[in-house]
């Protein structure tokens, strides 16, 4: 469990979870918050429970969405079972007692925290999502409950690090047709054709520039430490048939 000092706050709970501490086993081993994985429901609803306690939070409802690389964000008065999670990529709140989550898995994990207004969110941003908008759709759904994106406190979880996140051409050529200032987020790979993507300075990016400007970033790649985290692209690489997903949370407290 990693948590930050810019998200170490009386009035919030926090954490971003490794992969260990859960009952899941083989390639789930062994924390596995994900439904979208083939584990069991049960050890799923079991680990989720698990995460909760270890952050203090046992009574208090998780909330997460049926992720889809959007920019669809959520705001939540009511908390909901899992059964019924929207779709969505982005969640925020101003009420107390109900857990953000978020789900991943090599993409890069954001929890919010505006102090004054006492407003949270948290989001799901892989490449597509970051590039879509999913970052400037949840500070502008934080704007909504009334916060002021010049005092949100935003911090990068675990993710997928450049050294691991080598891409081709056509990946790079996305990026570059949005704008070509984003070379700056490539470096040169180790064959012809090949790039390596800065996932978490690009977030960074995105974020600076609608406004948010205190921003950490944990800096822990999920590729290249199979025994503390979770990650698709580890996975797929090992000839895997499925992976488990990491929970990052934050809480109001009551």
């Not at 669809?72 to 909901?80: K, L, N, R």
């Not at 953000?100 to 004054?116: H, K, M, N, R, S």
Request: hydrophobic share 40%.
């Amino acid at each position: 469990m990693i948590t930050t000092p810019l998200l170490t706050h009386p009035a919030i709970a926090h954490a971003f979870f490794g992969r260990q501490g859960g009952v899941s086993d083989g390639v789930y081993a062994s924390l596995n918050i994900g439904y979208g994985s083939k584990d069991t429901r049960e050890n799923i609803t079991q680990n989720r429970a698990l995460a909760m306690q270890a952050l203090g939070l046992p009574d208090v409802p998780l909330v997460t969405t049926t992720q889809t690389h959007s920019a669809i964000v959520h705001a939540v008065t009511t908390p909901f079972e899992p059964i019924n999670a929207p779709e969505g990529d982005g969640l925020v709140t101003n009420i107390k007692n109900i857990a953000l989550g978020v789900q991943t898995a090599d993409c890069a994990p954001i929890l919010f925290y505006e102090p004054q207004a006492q407003v949270i969110g948290g989001a799901h941003a892989g490449w597509k999502g970051a590039l879509g908008g999913i970052l400037e759709a949840t500070v502008r759904a934080m704007e909504g409950l009334g916060a002021a994106a010049e005092k949100i406190i935003a911090v990068i979880g675990p993710c997928i690090q450049p050294a691991s996140y080598e891409v081709d051409s056509v990946f790079y050529q996305t990026f570059l047709a949005q704008s070509a200032a984003y070379h700056t987020f490539f470096t040169e790979g180790d064959t012809p054709l090949k790039f390596y993507f800065d996932l978490p300075s690009f977030v960074r990016f995105r974020l600076y520039n609608c406004g948010v400007t205190k921003i950490d970033d944990v800096a822990e790649d999920t590729v290249s430490q199979p025994e503390r985290f979770f990650s698709f692209r580890r996975a797929t690489q090992q000839g895997e048939t499925d992976y488990g997903r990491e929970l990052s949370v934050i809480c109001l407290h009551g």
